[in-house]
């Protein structure tokens, strides 16, 4: 009787401890694996395990291009992955921001021609 309980005792501590280890190994894979837009606002986007869960309803030069970019995890690192319509739309915002250097208010009115007709591809 005794080595009864001493055996399932024994596999009772071993399951408990494997089911341990594999909520363990679960959390650690799922960060390694978060690969999203770290900040909210701006043509500067940076890419990482961070990803807020909302920003504030502030809007920035540039904010309309940030649809077209997108994070992904590409030789076992998050990194931006630059679309066409991306780099397009940053250029014609950089464009604004130069050519309206005086004026803010011209440099939103100018950035509001940018990013409408790409594709997200």
């Known amino acids: 009787m005794k080595k009864k309980f ?14 341990t280890i594999l909520f363990y190994l679960k959390n650690i894979y799922s960060k ?4 999203g837009v ?6 500067d986007i940076k890419c990482g395990p961070k990803i807020p869960d909302a920003c504030t309803m502030e809007y920035q ?5 940030r649809e077209y970019a997108r994070c992904v995890i590409k030789n076992g690192k998050c990194q931006l992955e630059e679309t066409n319509a991306f780099k397009e739309c ?15 208010t011209q ?3 100018c950035e509001s021609s940018c990013g409408g007709s790409f594709s997200k591809n």
Not at 6 to 19: K, M, P, W, Y
Not at 90 to 104: A, F, G, L, P, W
């Open 6 to 19: 001493i055996s399932a005792s024994i596999v009772i501590i071993i399951f408990l401890v494997s089911i």
């Open 32 to 35: 390694a694996l978060r690969c």
């Open 38 to 43: 770290e900040n909210c606002h701006g043509l």
């Open 61 to 65: 030069i540039g904010d309309r291009c």
């Open 90 to 104: 940053k250029i014609c915002v950089q464009n604004c921001i130069e050519t309206h250097k005086e004026d803010s």
């Open 107 to 109: 440099q939103f009115e």
